[in-house]
């Protein structure tokens, strides 16, 4: 039996590879998972593009002598089928949700077993976040709906992130943007992607902010349509913005002539954080820029932070209630804001590669693939 791997170069991203390798031996204590359908989305193209500095590509490293360093395997967040196991605490049949390679299958290393999931517990991996190396059981997570499975692997990642994002900046009082009865404005950038939306929907529930959304013209329609915007601009009407408007930049595109006009812009821009690279063709650093650092946001931290203050089950209850408010609003009925494609075999995963590498598209569409 094979393993079907998508592999990407790591520079440039357009350039891919479908591999085909003899399946690994289970070792004691180790489980082979079927991966049966995963969610791409301008998430994952953030994780190639970081995924040195981030570390993002250690999780599911090329086989030594297969183009290890040049080529890499993107994380990609989805569900999987236990099919064969040399651990008694894991069965075969087992539904998980987690953080897969692109591939067929792979092979697992259950650690710190629980009724809830595990963690993988191979060597290489002991060095990264424990958030991505944890595999939940479908049977018992209390966010798992089985009518739902695209719009959890699509979102849920990205609405992790979003709601600690929002928790981060009211933690911080919004860097001070509110005070003296101002209404803090939160610019958002590349108001369209899932996780952008997704941070819209908590910060609007905070009448203290003003969320702004920063688009292409082509997106704008979308970006209103969600209800989640204050205001939506195109990139090109910022100066329609007062330049002492006290706000914080929130970057999921990572353009670097961007971030360079809106810190030149803004004398009281008051904190920037950078999430995302959606604008993989125009990633830039934060260096001899204007006003405040640029400082890269890791959600883990904010979570580790949480954790310690509300404990486990007081942050899984609250993340909970916000994710079922979420899905609420995404699934409206009159008006969704996501529409699933399905896309299985190895050319059409590449075709939906080159389509969300490139940003284009429809921004009410998700990506749901299988290589299989």
Same mark, same amino acid.
């Given at each position: 039996m094979n393993t079907t791997q998508f592999q990407v170069r790591k520079n440039p991203l357009s350039a891919t590879r479908t591999v085909q390798r003899p399946q690994e031996p289970l070792s004691d204590g180790q489980v082979r998972v079927r991966i049966e359908q995963f969610a791409y989305t301008a998430n994952n193209i953030t994780y190639a593009a970081f995924g040195d500095a981030m570390n993002y590509w250690k999780f599911f490293p090329v086989p030594q002598g297969d183009g290890e360093g040049e080529w890499g395997l993107i994380p990609v967040w989805g569900f999987g089928v236990v099919t064969q196991t040399q651990c008694p605490a894991v069965a075969v049949g087992e539904r998980l949700y987690g953080y897969w390679p692109m591939a067929t299958d792979v092979v697992l290393q259950p650690a710190r077993v629980s009724p809830e999931g595990f963690f993988d517990g191979a060597p290489h991996r002991a060095e990264l976040h424990p958030v991505y190396n944890q595999y939940l059981r479908c049977a018992t997570d209390p966010l798992y709906d089985a009518a739902q499975e695209p719009q959890q692997a699509l979102l849920r990642p990205l609405f992790l992130t979003a709601w600690l994002i929002d928790d981060f900046l009211a933690d911080n009082d919004f860097f001070g943007t509110c005070a003296h009865g101002h209404r803090g404005a939160m610019l958002l950038s590349s108001a369209s992607s899932k996780t952008a939306y997704a941070t819209a929907a908590q910060l609007a529930q905070r009448p203290e902010v003003e969320v702004i959304g920063l688009t292409s013209a082509a997106n704008v329609a979308f970006c209103e349509s969600l209800g989640v915007y204050s205001r939506v601009l195109t990139y090109e009407q910022l100066d329609t913005l007062a330049a002492? @408007?006290?706000?914080?930049? *929130?970057?999921?595109?990572?353009?670097? +002539?961007?971030?360079?006009? &809106?810190? #030149?812009? !803004? @004398?009281?821009?008051?904190? #920037?954080?950078? &999430?995302?690279? @959606?604008?993989?063709?125009?990633?830039?650093?934060?260096?001899?820029?204007?006003?405040?650092?640029?400082?890269?946001? !890791?959600?883990? %931290?904010?979570?580790?932070?949480?954790?310690?203050?509300?404990? %486990?089950?007081? !942050?899984? +209850?609250?993340?909970?209630?916000?994710?079922? %408010?979420? *899905?609420r609003q995404v699934d409206t009925p009159t008006a969704p804001w996501l529409v699933v494609q399905q896309h299985s075999g190895p050319e059409a995963v590449q075709a939906a590669h080159a389509l969300v590498l490139g940003g284009r598209g429809d921004p009410r569409l998700g990506h749901m693939l299988s290589l299989a």
């Open positions: 002492d @408007t006290p706000c914080v930049y *929130v970057d999921f595109a990572g353009n670097g +002539e961007l971030r360079k006009v &809106i810190h #030149s812009r !803004f @004398t009281a821009l008051a904190y #920037s954080c950078s &999430i995302g690279g @959606t604008h993989v063709d125009r990633l830039a650093g934060g260096r001899d820029l204007a006003g405040p650092r640029p400082v890269l946001f !890791f959600a883990p %931290a904010q979570a580790k932070k949480r954790h310690g203050d509300w404990g %486990a089950a007081g !942050f899984n +209850e609250r993340m909970a209630r916000a994710w079922h %408010a979420f *899905v």
